[in-house]
């Protein structure tokens, strides 16, 4: 079946610990994205990319950080992890259909910061 | 400022009843909404989604109406069943460039 995978599933660090979190696709979609998600709050877009093309939110903290190696890979880092970062963080991708674009989500990473 | 609202954290009904569940939008220019499920330790799932152009979509027991000069869509389930019970997000994108903006989600809990 055609996915979204992200590994791992559960990543536990230390404060200011280096990680990387990856996501791989089988749907050979041109658009992916990181989310963050705090627990009881809406998903909120850290970045996406646009083939290479790389789209930063104005509001995320240059603590995060991407990169696109191929279509299938996307890789979130996060340099210095604070305890606020501490979430689930969810990979999506998308065809890019123009207005009627659906976003197929991943199983998310929980990441803990000790 | 939030621009897609979900005032109802969450939802109890009884199988076999209808599920009603709300969201409310500010942006006017939005022009394609979606709607997602979400169970524990899993990504959220596209559900149904509906474009600016329609009132109504439907897809076996789930239908989303849209009502544009209200700024309010709502998801129906028909009957509900147990194995309905999740996290709702509504969400909502303008354009072919728009990011998709997402609700806090509601709850729904399915009682046998």
């Known amino acids: 079946d055609a996915m979204v995978i992200q590994n791992p599933r559960y990543q536990v660090t230390q404060f200011g610990k280096p990680v990387t979190l990856s996501c791989s696709q089988t749907l050979n979609h041109n658009v992916m994205y990181w989310y963050q998600q705090k627990s009881s709050q809406a998903p909120k877009l850290l970045f996406h990319?646009?083939?290479?093309?790389?789209?930063n939110e104005a509001d995320t903290p240059d603590n995060f950080q991407s990169r696109r190696p191929n279509t299938s890979f996307c890789f979130l880092d996060i340099r210095s992890p604070g305890l606020g970062d501490a979430a689930m963080y969810l990979c999506?991708?998308?065809?890019?259909?123009?207005?009627?674009?659906?976003?197929?989500f991943g199983p998310g990473t929980r990441l803990t910061v000790l | 400022d939030q621009q897609v609202k979900q005032n109802s954290p969450s939802l109890s009904v009884q199988e076999g009843r209808i599920s009603i569940l709300n969201c409310d939008y500010t942006n006017s220019m939005f022009d394609y909404f979606l709607w997602y499920k979400k169970y524990p330790a899993e990504g959220p799932t596209f559900l149904i989604s509906?474009?600016?152009?329609?009132d109504k979509n439907e897809d076996g027991r789930f239908t989303v109406f849209l009502n544009k000069s209200a700024k309010h869509l709502s998801l129906h389930i028909v009957p509900s069943q147990p194995g309905d019970s999740a996290v709702y997000f509504c969400a909502a994108k303008q354009g072919s460039q728009g990011n998709l903006i997402f609700g806090k989600g509601t709850k729904l809990s399915v009682k046998p």
């Open positions: 999506a991708t998308s065809k890019n259909q123009g207005n009627v674009d659906t976003q197929y």
């Open positions: 990319y646009y083939d290479k093309d790389f789209n």
């Open positions: 509906i474009s600016s152009i329609k």
